[in-house]
């Protein structure tokens, strides 16, 4: 038996928890990010580690979005309710319990044709933190109701890399899996090409 099919259908964890912020919390991050359309810029890679020599390149064949790196007030809400769930999903994850020395948090918008394409996020950050390897991947959605876009969904690969669990970026909702998890970000449609149309994202890792 090969090692891929061995690891085929087998899956690091993951788990989906809905309404994570509430409405009222939810409409305001999501007016906040629309209000700063200025501020995005296309978001970079640096997929060979930290000091690597490409590091916060741009390759438009490996991903399509832009990102906002200052959430302003909301940073430290999001980092505190981020927290929070730590212990919980580490046991839930059967992951080493592992103090958070450091977390990353960023908004990254896709319009129509965005997408990215397979990787894990240890490592492919374009601010890598010395002595803060990324633990916990937290993705939480938003988007305009009813939404104005289709395809976005998230994909999770088993070990094998021959399977995939679909995942809907279903607003107010918060999506998290081990960062060493391979997984993509399904190419977005959205034909009018307006930007308060598109997938909307809160990227928010664990580090430790």
């Not at 592992?98 to 977390?103: E, F, K, L, R, V």
């Not at 399977?163 to 809907?168: G, L």
Request: aromatic share 10%.
């Amino acid at each position: 038996m090969s090692e891929l099919s061995f690891l085929a259908g087998r899956f690091l964890p993951h788990c989906i928890v809905p309404d994570w912020l509430g409405e009222t919390q939810a409409t305001r991050l999501l007016a906040f990010g629309l209000a700063a359309e200025a501020r995005f810029t296309p978001t970079r890679l640096n997929d060979h580690g930290p000091g690597g020599s490409n590091a916060g390149r741009l390759d438009a064949a490996v991903r399509q979005s832009c990102v906002l790196k200052d959430l302003g007030t909301f940073t430290g809400q999001l980092r505190r309710k981020a927290l929070a769930l730590q212990d919980g999903l580490e046991t839930a994850f059967d992951m080493q319990h592992t103090p958070a020395n450091s977390t990353q948090i960023e908004m990254v918008a896709h319009g129509d044709g965005a997408f990215y394409q397979p990787h894990t996020d240890t490592y492919t950050g374009d601010e890598y933190t010395p002595g803060g390897r990324r633990r916990l991947t937290m993705v939480y959605y938003l988007h305009r109701r009813p939404r104005r876009f289709s395809g976005g969904r998230l994909r999770l690969f088993d070990l094998g890399g021959e399977q995939s669990i679909e995942i809907e970026p279903t607003h107010d909702s918060l999506v998290v899996f081990p960062s060493s998890a391979r997984h993509e970000v399904e190419t977005i449609s959205c034909p009018g090409g307006v930007f308060a149309d598109g997938r909307f994202a809160v990227n928010i890792w664990l580090c430790g």
